[in-house]
């Protein structure tokens, strides 16, 4: 730093400075951060999913988005996608990791529990990947996963859920204008009322019905559930977040206008400035969502160490390669590309005990943070990042991002104030929600 931004630095950090000109605004971050700051802003459009024809499709995100809501897709239907995934809660559900439902195909039986927090669905349209481990390559996909888990969504079955929608005239009618007929589930022969490939308990009721069926039959139901998840995708893809504080003032720096560059405090710029600077964070933490989109090991220590080690991203590459409903598989509108995608994706040890790098935007009202919910708020979050206080070891090579921030008391004040200025407080109002 010159002895000009120097004294441009220490300006801003004393009560009662003079207001800075625009100019000098900008001087108060080298071309560097500069270059950084305009790469976090504005959003850009949504990139097409080439994988769902109806990924963009109005009638189709209608649709998507009462099925959002609907406890009727869930085994006992007294749980929806937004039971997780609350609009009021940052769409996620403000758990460290969620709550578990009762379920009577787990009566008698081991108690299954979910290791992850539930991960906030703002801006997910961006994301290449789903979920913490990256199992799934499309919105569409991840969409399919919860409604057959036991302990998300109880443990339903694609032939429930299709014929909860076959069962309901209006449901029916929805899917029918968009994806055409559905098959004919009256015959109960045919198609069983519930059902399901379970490869890992093939006794279970649910695996028997669903290997009774006809190889014809079983792919009408997974075209069936196939486009439930695709019309989830195209109102997942509306939950969007672009106008916060932050991207004012950016905005605002590139347009010199003085007036609205006072939208920031001094702590809040000098936030932004350690991210793009000397915190490093936007090293992970890149582009106008705050995500490189890529998966680390952060070596935060798991929240109950009595459980298994997480693999992470280790087993979620063996895993969005084998899914059924990945991108380049038959139920894909476009398998192109998504199978070059999967043909170039390698597992290896340094993928152990990667997650997904969390976007940050509305970050300040979408905590607890990490994978398993481990750290409850911002400050901790960065006082982790200042001294790695209880950090793990690592199991595999080094990716060389982590290392201790050493930050002052002011540097981290600072940070928390920046990082509160990417919630974008209209958004949600935008969606029409119920």
Request: include cysteine.
């Amino acid at each position: 730093m010159n002895l000009r931004d120097l004294s441009l630095f220490f300006m801003v950090l004393i009560s009662g400075a003079p207001v800075l000109t625009a100019a000098e605004e900008k001087a108060f971050y080298s071309p560097e951060e500069l270059e950084k700051i305009y790469e976090l802003s504005p959003l850009p459009k949504l990139p097409p999913d080439r994988t769902n024809a109806f990924a963009d499709n109005e009638k189709a995100a209608a649709f998507g988005k009462i099925l959002f809501f609907d406890k009727r897709l869930s085994c006992a239907q007294n749980v929806s996608c937004a039971t997780c995934h609350d609009p009021k809660k940052g769409w996620s559900d403000g758990l460290p990791t969620p709550k578990v439902f009762s379920n009577p195909h787990l009566n008698g039986g081991p108690k299954a529990v979910s290791i992850r927090r539930v991960p906030s669905l703002w801006n997910i349209g961006y994301s290449r990947w789903l979920f913490w481990d990256g199992r799934m390559d499309s919105l569409w996909s991840q969409a399919l996963g919860p409604p057959e888990n036991p302990i998300e969504m109880e443990g339903g079955s694609r032939l429930l859920y299709a014929h909860e929608v076959y069962n309901d005239k209006n449901l029916k009618e929805k899917y029918e204008s968009l994806f055409g007929k559905m098959p004919d589930l009256a015959d109960l022969k045919r198609f069983p009322v519930k059902g399901c490939p379970q490869p890992s308990n093939v006794k279970s009721e649910e695996n028997l019905a669903w290997e009774s069926m006809a190889p014809a039959d079983q792919t009408a139901v997974n075209r069936v559930y196939s486009n439930l998840g695709k019309s989830l995708e195209a109102f997942e893809r509306k939950i969007i977040s672009k106008n916060s504080k932050f991207d004012s003032y950016v905005a605002a720096l590139k347009g010199n206008n003085k007036e609205k560059q006072a939208l920031f405090s001094d702590q809040e710029k000098r936030g932004l400035k350690l991210f793009v600077g000397a915190g490093k964070c936007v090293d992970c933490h890149s582009g106008p969502n705050f995500t490189d989109g890529g998966f680390h090991n952060l070596r935060v220590p798991s929240k109950n160490r009595a459980l298994p080690e997480d693999p992470g991203r280790f087993a979620g590459i063996a895993q969005v390669k084998s899914n059924l409903f990945n991108g380049a598989g038959p139920f894909s509108d476009d398998p192109g590309p998504a199978k070059e995608r999967l043909d170039h994706l390698k597992a290896s040890a340094v993928n152990r005990g990667q997650f997904k790098t969390p976007g940050l935007r509305n970050t300040g009202v979408s905590g607890p943070y990490m994978h398993q919910g481990q750290v409850r708020t911002l400050r901790e979050v960065v006082e982790y990042y200042s001294t790695l206080k209880g950090a793990t070891r690592l199991k595999g090579p080094d990716e060389g991002l982590l290392t201790a921030l050493h930050l002052s008391v002011s540097d981290i004040d600072a940070l928390v104030a920046f990082l509160n200025t990417l919630t974008d407080e209209s958004a949600n109002a935008k969606l029409g929600l119920p």
